[in-house]
């Protein structure tokens, strides 16, 4: 067997047992690079204004009150409230919250709720399982560092790592480097 053969071997299987994990990191990164500031990518939040008769005495909120509020807004899973300032009070819910300002009687009820499939690439890509996973990550890491190598000698001739695939291959290397000059280096 000659080292090209070897070369393709390792190359092909690599792809073909990794081809899970390449999914999972790159679409996980494409959502980590474009997450909003608001929040978490692998959530969805969905906020609506409500109003209710104002002004409210703080004295006057307990949790029979909090407990009607809810019901007015087809919520029950209520967990707790308390007063961020005199003028406001948070309800905390299974899923989200209620903010309401005691003096207008404006309001607002968050539903967060979790983003199916990007959770739980972003749990993996973010090494929360830790132990074994964590090898696991690191063979699939080194794994891609052997499958760039290997893939530099699949091809022979002008499409090869003489000609072609040595131009993609150092305009591929200049990309990142002119990145790291322009926000990294000239600080």
Do not use: C
């Not at 047992?17 to 790159?26: A, C, E, L, P, T």
């Not at 500031?37 to 909090?66: H, L, M, N, Q, W």
């Amino acid at each position: 067997m000659n080292w090209r053969k070897i070369n393709r071997v390792i190359h092909r299987d690599l792809g073909y047992f990794f081809f899970g994990m390449s999914i999972i990191y790159g679409v996980s990164g494409i959502v980590l690079n474009h997450r909003s500031p608001r929040g978490d990518a692998s959530t969805i939040r969905r906020s609506e204004s409500f109003t209710v008769e104002a002004p409210i005495k703080k004295e006057a909120v307990d949790k029979s009150y909090v407990l009607s509020l809810l019901a007015g807004l087809n919520e029950t899973d209520f967990k707790q409230y308390y007063f961020p300032s005199e003028n406001e009070v948070m309800i905390y819910l299974t899923g989200g919250h209620v903010s309401l300002l005691l003096n207008t009687g404006e309001g607002s009820i968050v539903k967060v709720r979790n983003r199916p499939v990007f959770r739980e690439f972003n749990f993996l890509h973010y090494n929360k399982p830790k132990q074994l996973w964590t090898w696991f990550s690191d063979f699939f890491a080194g794994s891609l560092v052997l499958m760039a190598f290997t893939g530099l000698f699949i091809l022979k001739g002008k499409n090869g790592i003489k000609y072609r695939g040595a131009i993609l291959s150092i305009a591929g290397i200049l990309v990142p480097l002119a990145f790291l000059f322009l926000y990294l280096w000239t600080y």
